[in-house]
């Protein structure tokens, strides 16, 4: 039986009473739940070994950047193929300390997918086997997805800033 | 000269760059191959050399509605699928109904699209195994289907036809006269393409038991689309989680049974795309029947969409599987943030776990098996 | 002898050149013709007028006038010849072809030997080629296509063999004179692959073995454009590469007019004495030897290729026993009858 991403949440709350879990919603679309960094890949793996629960597959990890609250967040999309239900989970670190547990080794999709929000955001997933730059080239300067992101003035003698060419008359 | 490692007492090894210019990598994927002989013992792809900062431009162009192009130019070969799944994104986060002619519309254009694209996976398949007929054979059906696109939205690869809350402009007058005279005309030629490549002796044994994947392992990868289905797990979001009309057709899922080599093999992904144009057919012979002759094709949405702040992520099944779009809106026109979960961009990530141990020939179908699209992968 | 006297030598010599430049012209654009039907398309149609005739003109052009690259890092020495070597190993084959009862290079009387022994030179220049780019590639194709050359050598000398049992000659212009006329019953030629059933055999492992020494489809390894870029010659261009594809196709005529020696009567006229004589003789020889190299071309743009360790399982667990076991059987039916 399919549940809803509340009834997960009672069940997750019933199943770790310490842990400070809080579900959140904005005013359109769906809610998800956050938990915090330091215990998301014990819950991570309750969430997929579970009985009830079940979530086999990661669909979606992405990084989010939050500049007001100086945040850098995560976003997981679960889904489970037998029971049919999806859960969304967001982790939140401080930009300072962006230390997020990896959870390659509970869904091999998130290999890839971190890979990216450590390139994209510069969050770091401890415990990822081989934490690489994917998209960027390696000495790539910065984390292009941050809100607050400065390109470098120039790459590998290739300038990369973007300039307003006049528009000529002939 | 060239350089052959030999590490201790293990066997001497070489390490060749596949791509990012090589012809089987569909695209500038470059593959770090470490070969025994003609043995792959280890493989490293390197993607990115496509990026093109897909969630830099959907932070930073104008509005929700500019975003579409971009969404053509990730998959350039399935663009429809690809704005399907962002506008029924956007409509869902907004909550927009939009007109039943509309949704018949946007379903046979899908799964037009989704037949083209298969065309093009098997066909570069089989080029990917020498066969260079088949390829073009298929070939002169997409285009028939290009054709279709042309007359309705003026383009041929990059239509940016669906926009929030409707299309951009109805259909030619001879879309529906056309489509079901491409139908009826397709159907042989599946059969013309069984004939020739499927069944074919040196084909099958190029392709079974070759690159096998396990349906667990698929799981546990997020493979979707064709890689899963070639694994033998019935999953297909327009039947599983249906979205836009879907529940009203009636069609199968075809999955891969491992017919003439083990389950999950690269014949198991080729024959379910084969099946699967089949099934589109069934598809758009019952929405051209169901579709409403006359209607409004645009929704009254504002051109620059205003949110409140939210948060979606909605799955499409394109060809290549499923696509999801998390986006997170807020008060201002621009998305705060849009991550598009590409299916080829998943698919790819497995190529390592199921590639070792083979010999580099069939490192070359495994990767057309696959069927990624370079533009997806790296966005 | 003075340069006059042995002018005319000079020109007996050059006359298989001749008709190899003019084939390979005609077999390139057969082949993008055949292609073309075959695709369910035109091929080409512009340069000349008619079908587009003068294409493999224009190409030739083309690649005389293209820059001469080699890699740095190649061995030059190597690079620059390889080319030419395997060029003049399928030229030199044609000294024992008899293209006609009046024309034959050399008629020497180990005619079959002297061919089979010239055509392994094609195994080292492609290695040499292979090696001496200094790419990976290459190395990899020229491995390719040193492992199934030799091998294929193997099913093709054994199914040749069993024909020199039948004709009980070495010299090619000796074994088309016995197909001469008709057999016992009357109707049919007097062709080897007539005369005993087991030869038949032979032929379909000969004509296997032979397409898999020119490196044709489905057993284009060397080149394997999918896989391999171009294989051994994915570091030429120009004129260098031009000679690999002249060899190439050389090598396909040479093979075919072989199985048509052997097989198919050489010289001689499928209608007995009607249109016989070296003229004609020269165009049924040509004609028989191109519908092969056409079969080829049929096959190439049909099937997909096999794998490398398929092709060698072909070869040493189907073919090389097949032949063998088809060697002692043609023995003893020659023995019996």
């Known amino acids: ?170 | 000269m060239i350089e052959i490692v030999q590490k201790g007492k293990s066997r001497p090894e070489m390490v060749i760059n596949m791509g990012p210019q090589h012809p089987s990598t569909h695209g500038v994927l470059r593959l770090e191959v470490t070969l025994d002989g003609e043995l792959v013992t280890h493989v490293r792809p390197h993607i990115g050399y496509l990026h093109r900062c897909f969630e830099k431009y959907g932070e930073s162009v104008g509005d929700y509605g500019m975003v579409t192009p971009f969404t053509d130019r990730m998959d350039y070969v399935s663009a429809m699928n690809q704005e399907h799944g962002y506008v029924i994104a956007m409509e869902r986060l907004l909550d927009i109904e939009v007109p039943e002619r509309v949704e018949y519309i946007r379903v046979i254009m899908a799964e037009l699209q989704r037949i083209a694209s298969h065309l093009l996976a098997v066909g570069t398949f089989g080029l990917d195994l020498g066969a260079f007929t088949p390829f073009l054979y298929v070939f002169t059906e997409r285009e028939k289907i290009l054709d279709i696109f042309e007359k309705s939205s003026g383009a041929r690869l990059l239509y940016n036809y669906m926009c929030i809350g409707g299309l951009m402009r109805d259909v030619d007058d001879d879309f529906k006269k056309d489509t079901e005279e491409f139908v009826r005309t397709f159907r042989p030629k599946i059969t013309e393409l069984q004939n020739l490549l499927t069944y074919n002796s040196i084909f099958i044994k190029r392709t079974a038991h070759i690159g096998v994947l396990p349906p667990k392992v698929a799981l546990n990868y997020a493979a979707s689309g064709p890689v899963l289905r070639g694994s033998g797990v019935k999953w297909d979001l327009r039947k599983n989680n249906p979205y836009s009309i879907y529940d009203r057709f009636d069609f199968d899922i075809p999955v891969g049974e491992g017919e003439v080599g083990t389950l999950g093999d690269c014949w198991d992904r080729y024959i379910v795309r084969v099946l699967e144009m089949e099934e589109s057919c069934k598809i758009i012979e019952q929405a051209l029947e169901a579709m409403p002759d006359e209607g409004d094709v645009q929704q009254n949405v504002p051109k620059r969409v205003r949110t409140k702040p939210g948060e979606i992520y909605a799955r499409t099944e394109t060809p290549r599987g499923e696509l999801g779009y998390y986006i997170i809106s807020d008060t201002s026109a621009k998305p705060y943030r849009i991550k598009a979960r590409a299916p080829s961009f998943v698919n790819l990530s497995l190529l390592p776990a199921i590639s070792r141990g083979s010999l580099m020939s069939d490192l070359v179908a495994i990767v057309g098996s696959i069927d990624i699209v370079l533009g997806e992968v790296d966005r | ?337």
């Open chain 3, 1 to 337: 002898m003075t340069w006059l006297e042995s002018l005319p030598l000079a020109v007996f010599v050059m006359i298989p050149l001749v008709i190899i430049l003019i084939y390979a012209l005609f077999a390139i654009w057969m082949e993008r013709k055949v292609a073309g039907f075959i695709q369910d398309r035109l091929g080409p149609m512009r340069v000349g007028g008619w079908h587009g005739w003068a294409q493999s003109f224009a190409d030739l052009l083309k690649l005389i006038q293209k820059e001469d690259i080699i890699p740095a890092e190649a061995s030059k020495f190597l690079f620059r010849f390889a080319p030419f070597l395997m060029f003049a190993a399928s030229y030199a084959a044609f000294a024992v072809i008899p293209f006609s009862s009046a024309y034959m290079g050399s008629n020497i009387d180990i005619g079959v030997f002297y061919l089979l022994a010239i055509t392994s030179l094609l195994t080292i220049s492609v290695i040499m080629a292979g090696w001496a780019s200094n790419n990976k590639w290459s190395l990899l194709g020229a491995m390719r296509t040193a492992a199934q050359m030799v091998s294929y050598e193997v099913p093709t000398i054994m199914a040749v063999l069993s024909v020199i049992i039948v004709a009980g000659s070495l010299n090619l212009m000796t074994v088309t004179e016995m197909q001469s006329g008709n057999d016992t019953l009357g109707f049919l030629p007097n062709w080897l692959i007539f005369q005993n059933p087991f030869l038949l055999v032979a032929f379909v492992i000969f004509f296997i073995s032979i397409l898999a020494e020119s490196h044709r489809v489905p057993f284009d390894l060397p080149e394997s454009e999918s896989e391999l870029v171009a294989g051994f010659q994915t570091e030429y261009s120009g004129m260098r590469w031009a000679m690999f594809m002249l060899a190439e196709y050389a090598d396909m005529l040479l093979l075919s007019l072989l199985g048509a020696v052997l097989f198919f009567g050489g010289w001689n006229s499928p209608f007995g004495g009607f249109m016989d004589g070296p003229i004609w003789g020269f165009f049924w020889f040509m004609f028989k030897g191109m519908i092969l190299v056409f079969v080829m071309m049929w096959i190439r743009w049909t099937l997909p290729r096999y794998r490398v360790d398929q092709l060698m399982y072909l070869c040493w667990s189907i073919l090389i026993p097949l032949s063998f076991i088809n060697f002692v059987l043609i023995a003893l039916w020659e023995m019996l009858f």
């Open chain 1, 1 to 170: 039986m399919a549940k809803s991403t509340q009834e997960i949440f009672d069940y997750l709350k019933a199943a770790y009473p310490e842990v400070d879990l809080v579900l959140e919603s904005a005013k359109l679309g769906d809610p998800w739940i956050t938990i915090p960094a330091e215990h998301w890949k014990k819950i991570a793996k309750f969430l997929r070994d579970d009985s009830d629960l079940r979530f086999d597959t990661l669909m979606c990890l992405s990084g989010i950047h939050y500049p007001d609250e100086v945040l850098l967040a995560i976003a997981c999309h679960l889904h489970a193929t037998e029971k049919g239900h999806t859960l969304a989970i967001k982790v939140k670190v401080p930009e300072s300390n962006p230390n997020i547990p990896s959870v390659e080794s509970i869904w091999k999709t998130a290999d890839w997918h971190e890979r990216e929000a450590y390139d994209m955001f510069g969050i770091i997933f401890d415990g990822h086997p081989d934490l690489r730059r994917i998209l960027c080239p390696d000495d790539w300067e910065g984390f292009p997805l941050r809100k607050d992101y400065v390109p470098q003035e120039s790459y590998m003698g290739i300038n990369t800033k973007y300039t307003e060419v006049e528009a000529s008359d002939d």
